[in-house]
């Protein structure tokens, strides 16, 4: 708290004995000690309360700071809705399977000749035979 070096102490030592006398020095040197320590846990409560603030304040910054990201991005992501137009996507997307399903194969043979990569993976085996 206070820049004070040996010399500066043994000093105020002994002008404190020559004032106040060898018989009420040590309970007036008691005194002073009780008196650093309350100042000092007073600083230190100080320091801790301002440090406390300057986090509140700083994580409310931070908050605020994230919320303006995601009040940014929700716009984002609605203005990339409004320009896909997945409605229209998916009923494009079922229009085409269904007429698919309607037209089926043209010819009967290809009907009955099913793709390879269908007939070997999606064929379920018969554990029995």
């Known amino acids: ?6 010399a500066e102490m043994l ?24 008196w650093f320590a309350r100042i000092r846990r007073f600083v230190t409560n100080v320091k801790s309360d301002v440090e406390r603030e300057f986090r509140t304040d700083e ?5 605020q700071q994230q919320q303006e990201e995601l009040s940014s991005l929700k716009e984002t992501i609605n203005e990339t809705r409004h320009d896909v137009d997945l409605d229209g996507i998916q009923r494009s997307v079922e229009e085409a399977a ?7 194969p043209a010819d009967p043979a290809e009907a ?3 793709p390879e990569s269908l007939t070997s993976d999606s064929a379920p085996s018969n554990p029995r035979s």
């Open 1 to 6: 708290m206070f820049d004070m070096g040996f």
């Open 11 to 34: 000093v105020i030592g002994i002008v404190a004995l020559i004032v106040i006398g060898p018989e009420r020095l040590p309970s007036v040197a008691r005194k002073a000690g009780a």
């Open 59 to 63: 994580l409310q910054r931070m908050l």
């Open 98 to 104: 269904n007429e698919a399903i309607d037209s089926g």
């Open 112 to 114: 009955n000749s099913a």
